[in-house]
């Protein structure tokens, strides 16, 4: 989101800090832009310069608000805000950190002292369809059924085969999901499920994890006893520390 100015200078906003006072930021920005900070109550932004136009999201833009985000972490837990937001001016940015005071501080109240680790849980065989045949006999016996003849099987015999192979892949995600997140929370303070964006995804998960090393160690056994529940035909895949960015859900006023 962009608002325009006469000038065609905006302020692109990375994240918001708890604690007022100027900072410099040694880390570039997009475009190789100076970071600063700009504050307003008990909470900073943190800003570069910027043309006050869209910013496309391509790959250069993208690694630069992650590394801003990545160098903030080493220091303090960053309230991430989305790609893409420009302000006109360090005024606006002002007026931002007004408006949404109560809502930031409640946020850096909730994610502080934490980071966000991803696991991502897959089926590891060649074809999913295959792999539930052998691994549900009803669902075999089905298929057996309808295509078990020289004949072509009809339209409707071809959906209600896949409605049975989605009904049961639904099923064994949400089987697994609980399994894994029933060893995760004891070692997490809070799981979001994201969007399984195949059909050999089993779960996508977002955890809450203490910041400190300890908590971090802790959280890796968690997901390597979750990973001894499961064999071979199940891969496990985490990643982070990264911003809390699944755990921030602000409606900003702008």
């Not at 570039?28 to 307003?40: A, F, K």
């Not at 004949?151 to 609980?178: S, V």
């Not at 070692?187 to 499920?193: A, H, L, P, Q």
């Amino acid at each position: 989101m962009a608002a325009q100015s006469p000038d065609h200078k905006g302020k692109y906003l990375y994240a918001v800090i708890a604690g007022a006072g100027g900072r410099n930021l040694e880390t570039p920005g997009i475009d190789n832009g100076t970071l600063h900070t700009i504050s307003e109550g008990k909470i900073s932004a943190v800003v570069s310069d910027v043309p006050n136009k869209k910013l496309r999201p391509e790959r250069r833009h993208l690694a630069a608000h992650q590394s801003v985000l990545r160098r903030l972490m080493e220091e303090c837990t960053p309230l991430p805000m989305a790609f893409g937001i420009i302000a006109d001016g360090s005024q606006a940015i002002r007026r931002i950190l007004t408006l949404n005071q109560e809502a930031f501080r409640e946020a850096l109240d909730h994610v502080t002292g934490k980071v966000e680790i991803g696991l991502r849980v897959t089926w590891d065989v060649p074809n999913i369809f295959d792999y539930f045949v052998n691994t549900h006999p009803e669902l075999r016996a089905v298929r057996d059924r309808y295509f078990g003849t020289n004949r072509e099987p009809a339209h409707e015999d071809k959906l209600a085969l896949g409605r049975m192979f989605d009904n049961l892949l639904n099923e064994e995600r949400e089987i697994h999901t609980e399994k894994v997140e029933e060893i995760l929370y004891s070692v997490c303070f809070e799981i979001n499920r994201n969007s399984c964006r195949s059909e050999l995804e089993v779960m996508s998960l977002a955890c809450l994890v203490g910041r400190d090393k300890a908590e971090q160690k802790a959280f890796e056994k968690g997901i390597l006893e979750a990973a001894n529940l499961f064999d071979n035909n199940y891969a496990f895949d985490y990643n982070g520390p990264w911003a809390p960015h699944n755990f921030v859900a602000i409606d900003l006023q702008m």
